[in-house]
């Protein structure tokens, strides 16, 4: 069967392979420490369950408007409004089928063949391979380590080309945690905005930010910056909320209006009653995110502290996000010279799954999730120095 040229060039995504070999280890009996997922391993809120049981039972069951529920909407534009100081109304937002689906409908809606795309790098593995998928480019701008892996407004800057349609930054990042401060994401949005290039901020992790920091939005931005500034964000992570999939956009009226378009084409409405539980989360959740945000910072430091104390890995503590994503260069040798020989090294000879760092255009780095446990968090780090000092030849 000849498959077409964009299919064919799409890879199974690492995250999903590693996922993959660690089930096939458990099946066949191993204990497995998994350091590979990408969502909280926290339930989702009683209050989002119950409305969408309650849901469920009043037969909320049929299609909806494919923008998603009115209420819904507006519930974002009004939590959103008052967080960025903007006036989003219903018109500016869609419901989607996760922040995935906004990434891909918006890239789908924004990007003809030929245009190119400003990334910084590592990134998140949807992003090239969407981007790709339209038609477009990515082009990579590394971050430093060293520089805690900031995103600085720049190095993108001087990174766009006469194709450059958008520049797609995520703060909190995947994989690194990194962040961008308030005033280069002004300088970003404002010098885009002057080119005529959209600004999409992908903020799925906004309210995993750690040591009181506050987080920098550049919804804040949108009403200056009208045309510039998308925003898309989620319920996964912040309601571990994985599974229901619901994910938004918030931008101008005639975008949304567009993507909704594409969006009424591709998957249609987000599920009915996911989307009245991701309601009832929004209004009503506060407690079980602050629960869950007090857990993960204590869980970042027993990580990292852990982390720097192994030797040859190098870890910069992430200021957001739930993954480490330490430099294991240094125990590179014969038999383990990258990062997808050390995770296939790590899940077989140590019961530990992570995620190579290779998939995010980092191949010195692994990315490790602590969204687990605390003592999932020490046994995998006793496995992790064993391991490393490689005790069986390879
Ligand atoms: C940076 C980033 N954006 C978007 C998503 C997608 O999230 P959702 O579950 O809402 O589709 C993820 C999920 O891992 C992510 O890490």
């Given at each position: 069967m000849q498959l077409s040229r964009r299919a064919a060039g799409l890879a199974e995504s690492a995250t999903m392979r590693v996922t993959r070999k660690a089930q096939e280890l458990r099946d066949a009996g191993r204990e497995i420490i998994d350091w590979s997922a990408g969502q909280p391993d926290f339930g989702t809120p009683q209050v989002a369950v119950g409305a969408a049981i309650q849901a469920l039972e009043e037969g909320f069951t049929r299609y909806t408007a494919a923008a998603g529920i009115?209420?819904?909407?507006?519930a974002l534009a009004d939590h959103y409004g008052r967080l960025h100081g903007v006036e989003w109304k219903a018109d500016n937002v869609v419901v989607t089928v996760g922040a995935k689906a906004a990434l891909f409908e918006l890239t789908m809606a924004l990007i003809d063949e030929g245009d190119s795309v400003v990334v910084p790098s590592p990134c998140w593995v949807s992003f090239p391979e969407q981007i790709r998928?339209?038609?477009?480019?990515?082009?990579?701008?590394?971050?430093?380590?060293?520089?805690?892996?900031a995103i600085r407004a720049q190095p993108l800057i001087d990174a766009i080309e006469d194709t450059t349609r958008m520049v797609l930054i995520n703060s909190p990042s995947n994989p690194t945690?990194?962040?961008?401060?308030?005033?280069?994401?002004?300088r970003l949005v404002e010098h885009c905005a002057e080119r005529g290039i959209v600004v999409l901020s992908d903020e799925t992790y906004e309210r995993f930010l750690f040591d009181g920091r506050e987080y920098a939005s550049a919804g804040a931005l949108a009403a200056e910056f009208p045309d510039t500034v998308i925003v898309v964000s989620s319920f996964s992570k912040t309601y571990a909320?994985?599974?229901?999939?619901?994910?938004?956009?918030?931008a101008s009226a005639d975008l949304i209006r567009r993507v909704a378009a594409v969006q009424s084409h591709a998957t249609s409405n987000p599920t009915s009653f996911a989307m009245r539980g991701a309601l009832a989360a929004l209004t009503g959740a506060e407690s079980d995110v602050q629960k869950m945000l007090t857990a993960f910072e204590s869980?970042?430091?027993?990580?990292?502290?852990?982390?720097?104390?192994l030797p040859g890995v190098t870890c910069t503590t992430p200021p957001g996000a739930f993954y480490a994503f330490p430099n294991v260069a240094a125990c590179y040798r014969d038999g383990c010279r990258g990062s997808l020989e050390i995770a296939e090294y790590l899940l077989e000879e140590a019961g530990v799954a992570i995620v190579p760092g290779v998939a995010f255009g980092a191949d010195e780095h692994i990315r490790i999730s602590f969204a687990c446990s605390e003592s999932d968090l020490a046994i995998g780090l006793e496995r992790l120095e064993a391991a490393l000092r490689f005790p069986a030849a390879r």
């Open positions: 009115p209420d819904l909407r507006r998928f339209a038609g477009g480019q990515p082009i990579f701008v590394p971050l430093a380590a060293e520089d805690g892996f945690g990194g962040v961008i401060a308030a005033d280069e994401l002004r909320m994985t599974g229901w999939r619901i994910g938004y956009a918030l869980r970042r430091n027993f990580l990292v502290q852990g982390l720097e104390r």
